[in-house]
């Protein structure tokens, strides 16, 4: 397991972080999900701890709030000292039925700090993200709720999930100019199969130094092996009964296709290649793999060991590649004459 500093902080983390979205599901989507309970729970978790794993993320709307109870639970039952875990997790969807109940309003940031504490059972949350983007608060309000987090010492940094990248550029630029804690991480949707993320936001994050969480790096299922252009519902996975996030199937089983031969050669599984795939992308600090069983956190940890060759990261580049898309194109083009100069 190797350890990547958490964006322009000092701060390191695994870079396979677990994921606790499985946890505490029952009726409806999150049953579909993952419905996992305490002794299920504490069971993965300590086996991703002993594989080196540090970094756990979860969200106060998982499972209505059961995920981030059970997961400071299990924290608990396995005796996890404070310093060796960086917990994170997120706010923004509804919890309650009032008008308030929702967003990132300060009103409510301060409100859901306090409660996924409780329910964590900790002095302070390592990682606090926005876990989507609020059309009708102004930025300011929600940046300058979250730095009273961090000088409160509630919260030690924060984060940003499945935002623009507009918006993040923005967020940074008020940060700077106000004195406030600034976005160190965003957490996106990233995989092979689905490479949108490198259109905007990828050359935004290098250029400020944001860090990367992928999650659903195997495309909900999809990049499991499970499934195939002969019987697209194979299998037992997730995207059988919730069919998300969309993927392009076409291309997305062209990229299996190649998948399957550079897993061969590694006697890996595809699942494995998809995400070191992942772990070889510069920009990725941390892939979050969750799991329902033990045999598939057990063939995600394996994914660390697998090395691909420049041959066949060029392979698996050539397949999944973006079509060229304005300005990309142009602007590639226009500053082709300055790539030798530096």
Known sequence: MRYNPLGQTG????????????????EGLWGKIGNLGQQDADALLSRALDAGVNFIDTANVYAEGRSETITGQALKNLGVARDEVVVATKFLGRVGEGPNATGASRYHILDQAKKSLTR????????YQIHGFDPLTP??????????????GHVRYVGVSNWA????????GISERKNLAPFRSLQAYYTIAGRDLEREIV?????EKVGLMVWSP???????????????????????????????KDRGYAVIDEMRKVAEAHSASVAQIALAWLLHQKVVTSVIIGAKRMDQLDDNLAAVEV????DELKTLDQVSRLAPEYPGWMLERQSSYRQGEF
Not at 11 to 24: A, H, N, R
Not at 165 to 172: E, F, N, V
Not at 307 to 310: G, K, P, V
Request: with cysteine.
């Open 218 to 248: 195997l495309a909900g299922g999809f990049l499991s092996g499970k499934y195939s252009r002969d019987d697209e519902k194979s299998g037992d996975g997730r995207r059988a009964t919730f069919d998300f996030p969309p993927v392009d």
């Open 203 to 207: 050359p935004l994050l290098t250029s």
């Open 139 to 152: 930025i300011e309000e929600t940046l300058e709720a979250l730095d009273t987090l961090v000088r409160h």
């Open 165 to 172: 990248a507009w918006q993040i550029a923005k967020a940074l």
């Open 120 to 127: 964590l059972q900790l002095d302070h949350i390592d990682l």
């Open 11 to 26: 701060l390191l983390v695994s870079e396979l972080c677990f994921g606790t979205m499985t946890f505490g599901g029952n």
């Open 307 to 310: 090395r691909l060759s420049d």
